[in-house]
């Protein structure tokens, strides 16, 4: 029998659909499992995971399959609905909020184009003001199977920085171009500008020291050699500010080496010499004795090293290195185990699940509500304010402040924790900008240091409220080619004049590495107390607005995302490279994470929005004062039911896919099977055509696959492998 749109039904479905969009966004249990249901005395609406169709700017459309369950019909009805809708984000709650949300059509399989209109009519103007609640990490893994850009940035520079390799334990100074010294104010020393070190020398004299806070080093060169220095002079060791938090600071109790630079370099080191372990059934070889990816294949006999999430590939340590691009790996890295020593590098080799979830992050936009009332900027300027235009485009930027202001038409515009400001001088007063000109700053290329502008955005406003939003580009993270890289690779020269110095984000120099499970951490070597100190010491160093990884840095490093140091330099603690377990022992290890009663995130799940005085510019969220009917986790039915783009019901049992058919599940023969032969005979290409007339559709195994792994994908922890399994039988 038919199911037809009598008042009966559309009845029930009136009372129930609000309820299935709080069951499909619930408050309290989405990300729990999938599917969940509501009921009551009339029967049970049950809504299975939904299958994202895409995601432009802030606004979601997709599609989910649901089904009637009727006391007085033990036949469920199964059905499909499409949707679009804002979303509204927030990676450090792991959440995301579904406003204004439209369905766009309804079907069930036996309805007629007639009942369908009425019924999303219906619909449509039931939840036209509703606003669900939803896990940002299933909308993530469900984008699996999204339509997604497969244009990879252009522009983006891959050239090789200076990669040196030793086997002692060391310390990258880095500075950027010659060192260049200011006076530090009433005292008998000066402070290096261009590095994120602490460099200081004795004002007239050839004497030059290094301090991490706890060790000091030695020299008559800014650029070394450096030795140990037990004793200090004490009127220096007093100018090192004291921090609230810097009881937090890894003390390092063994005196690393230090190796000055005064281009882009990374640096390489082992504990002694490189000890090299095979892996994947002898194909590959990598040292485990180093914090950075360094592997070997041995059919060709080369080596690689990840750096920024770029692989550069070399016969031998000295060079030259190439880079590899991730999609060209040889095939024994997809090999590579997850619970492996270094299972974490799955996520930089194209074409695995960790690469896939990476790139799923890039798509996502952390989003906020800012108060127009108490959002505020100023902008000094090292003098007058100067700008330069950026090559092929009709923006300006300013040079000579630590804030990014660019001058487009007459106006002028600012980017500060990911909202954007307009002002019609340079100097202010600034106001939340509730309107940009997109196509000028689009064009903003890699090249400039402004190009992280260019992933932010304004998406709506009201008098008092403008809604802004920034993907994982304005923190300089992109997806290239599968995986995800750091930085653009261009080097941008830094400005100073006088006494002030502003760098530009750098690529390179800082050891950025990228984990399956917390995202990109930068100092992930035993760097790190030496970075802390540089950055607070006084003398004139403005460091550039730089988000990454949960804190911010500019040419240098400020905060605890280190999770790789344990009281004193050593190898082997990198969480980059790791496996799950080990990973999550050397977090929960950091006296950090503990006092703070939390695992520390990476910008996997950091928002810039939430943090510090930024707090005070968001929309406080008001409770609701409606009565919301909760949906409950099902946990007697499989989430295995999916609609597919015509229409269709299916659902994926015992390994085969099954169409839902006159209130019947008939099985799809598989492809490329005995079952299915490539060129089936007439007579069974007529019973396909039979088995198929009640729908008048053919099945789409490539779309449903992607789908099914989108799901299973959504299954498992950040950086799992397990495949979904069918431990409960839908109905």
Partial sequence: MKLSFNVPILRFVKTWFTGCFLLFFSFTNFAADWPQELANERGTIVVYQPQPEKLTGNILTGRAAM????????????????????????????????????????????????????????????????????????????????????????????????????????????????????????????????????????????????????????????????????????????????????????????????????????????????????????????VENTETPWLRELASGDMYVLLSGRWFSSKSEQGPWLFVRADKLPQSFKEIPPESAIGGIRTSIAGTNEAEQAILDAQIPQTAAIKRSEAKLTVNYDGEPTFEKIVDTQVEYAVNTSAQVLKISGKYYAVDNGVWFVASNPKGPWQVADDIPQEAIAQIPPSSPMYNTTYVTVYDSTPEVVYVGYTPGYMWSYPYYGVPIYGTGWYYPPYYVGGWYYPRPPTWGLHVGYNPWTGWNVGVSWGSPFFRVGVVWGGGYHHHPRPCCGRYYGGGYRGNTNININGNVNIGNSVSIANRNHAKKRIAANPANRAGGRIAQGNRTNNLYNQGVNKKRNVIKQPSTGKINRAKVSPKRANNVYADKKGGVVRHENGQWQNRSNKNWKTVPKQGTLNSPSFPSQQQRNQQINRQKPNNRTFDHKTMNRDLHGRQMGNMSRGGHQPMGNARRGR
């Fill in 67 to 286: 089904s009637l369950e009727l006391k007085d019909n033990p036949t469920p009805i199964f059905g499909v609905f499409w949707f679009s809708a804002k979303i509204a984000t927030d990676r450090s709650e792991n959440t995301v909020t579904i406003s204004q949300l439209k369905v766009t059509k309804v079907g069930w399989p036996d309805s007629k184009e007639s009942g369908e209109k009425q019924f999303s009519q219906f619909v449509e103007a039931q939840l036209a003001n509703s606003s669900f609640k939803a896990s940002l990490s299933k909308l993530t893994a469900s984008l699996t199977s999204a339509e997604q850009i497969k244009e990879s940035l252009a522009k983006i520079k891959n050239d090789p920085p200076t990669i040196q390799f030793t086997s002692i334990l060391s310390v990258l100074l880095s500075y950027d171009g010659d060192p260049v010294f200011r006076d530090i104010d009433n005292s008998d020393y000066q402070r290096a500008l261009n590095t994120p070190l602490a460099v200081v020398k004795k004002k007239n004299q050839a004497k030059f020291y290094l301090t991490s806070g706890h060790l000091w080093y030695q020299a008559s060169k800014a650029l070394g050699p450096w030795s140990i220095l037990a004793n200090p002079p004490a009127d220096l060791e007093a100018l090192i500010p004291k921090e609230e938090e810097q009881s937090d600071t890894p003390q390092v109790i063994s005196a690393p080496n230090i190796i000055a630079v005064t281009k882009p370099t990374e640096l390489v080191v082992s504990d002694g010499k490189a000890n090299w372990t095979s892996l994947v059934g002898g194909k590959l070889l990598y």
